[in-house]
């Protein structure tokens, strides 16, 4: 169950990122109440994880979800440029993060 938390914690650490971003600087209602409500609900879920998994790999499990999400998000709609290094990039993060799972004992 953990492991299900964090992952959905680390798609809404993608989902605050973004609506970050579309908030301008807070000065736009709605992503700014995006940010904030995805935001406390992506802690609370990376804060539960750690009850049972290493606090180590489920940060770098929770950060690299976000990261490889918020780049593809912004490679898929042309706000960063795509290339074969940057895609084999993202899939090397993905590799190290589904590495740091398999390799991660239980807490």
């Known amino acids: 169950m953990a492991w299900f938390v964090l992952v959905v914690s680390g798609i809404l650490e993608a989902v605050w990122a973004g609506a970050l971003s579309a908030s301008e ?3 736009k209602p709605v ?3 995006v940010f904030l409500i995805a935001l406390v609900l992506s802690m609370a ?3 539960y994880a750690m009850r049972t998994l290493p606090v180590g790999t489920a940060y770098a499990v929770w950060v690299g979800i976000g990261a490889v ?3 593809a998000y912004a490679m898929a709609t042309k706000v960063e440029p795509v290339s074969a290094l940057r895609v084999l990039l993202v899939f090397g993060l ?3 993060i589904v590495g740091l799972k398999l390799t991660s004992p239980a807490k």
């Open 94 to 96: 993905i590799g190290c």
């Open 69 to 71: 999400l918020t780049v």
């Open 31 to 33: 992503p700014s109440i």
């Open 45 to 47: 879920g990376l804060g």
């Open 25 to 27: 600087g807070f000065s």
